[in-house]
């Protein structure tokens, strides 16, 4: 049976699982204590998305948003500003 020792990551305890149990880098996995055990097992990978397709009908005076335009970022702005000040001044 592989071992391994529990290390410390940061402020969490962590394991290494050894190479022949590790799944994909990246899997998202779910830790819980079951009678003195820990048990580590991957969520599934389908999440159940909401449909919303009868929502609309639900509510009449829901309209659709058609405008997508938002106010620019200070920093944008800013940005901006800068870079027609410094044509103005080289033109």
Known sequence: MPRTKI?????????????????????????REEA???VIEPVP???PLINLDGIYGACPGIKPITDRSFDERPS?????EAAERAAKTQG
Not at 18 to 26: E, I
């Open 36 to 38: 003195g055990r820990w």
């Open 76 to 80: 944008e702005r800013m940005a901006r």
């Open 7 to 31: 290390f410390k990551s940061g402020n969490s305890a962590a394991v290494r699982l050894p190479a022949s149990f590790a799944p994909p880098p990246g899997t998202l996995v779910e830790v």
């Open 45 to 47: 990978a389908e999440v």
